[in-house]
């Protein structure tokens, strides 16, 4: 089992930037595939992107697809998500995830989470 804690979350204005970051200890983070989804209250948990184990490939949803990017240092055993031009539709908390399987954007497929950070966009 992998635990994840992410941070980097906040308030912030309509067209500015943050970065999240997720650190991971326990097994083995190069093998694992690393994802980020988001979620508001009474609503279904919502991909945003996936990175596979050697940062070659990468998935985004359309959504954030031109503004954010995802990314990973394995040495450090962290994924980011840089979040630019970010707006208040992308207010939400924001959870990553790991997966021991393949790239995807379904929520099941990660068997582990963090606790999510908060970010509010205001405009």
Do not use: H
Request: hydrophobic share 35%; aromatic share 10%; proline share 2%.
């Amino acid at each position: 089992q992998v635990q994840l804690v992410e941070s980097g979350g906040g308030l912030v204005q309509a067209g500015d930037s943050l970065r999240l970051s997720c650190a991971a200890s326990g097994r083995e983070f190069r093998s694992l595939v690393m994802g980020w989804f988001r979620q508001l209250p009474g609503k279904e948990r919502e991909f945003v992107a996936a990175i596979n184990w050697t940062g070659g490939r990468t998935l985004y949803a359309d959504s954030v697809k031109g503004r954010f990017t995802i990314s990973r240092e394995n040495a450090k055993k962290t994924v980011y998500l840089q979040m630019n031009s970010l707006k208040p539709d992308d207010t939400a908390v924001y959870y990553c995830a790991a997966s021991s399987t393949f790239i995807s954007r379904s929520p099941s497929d990660f068997g582990s989470w963090g606790q999510g950070t908060q970010v509010t966009v205001s405009s």
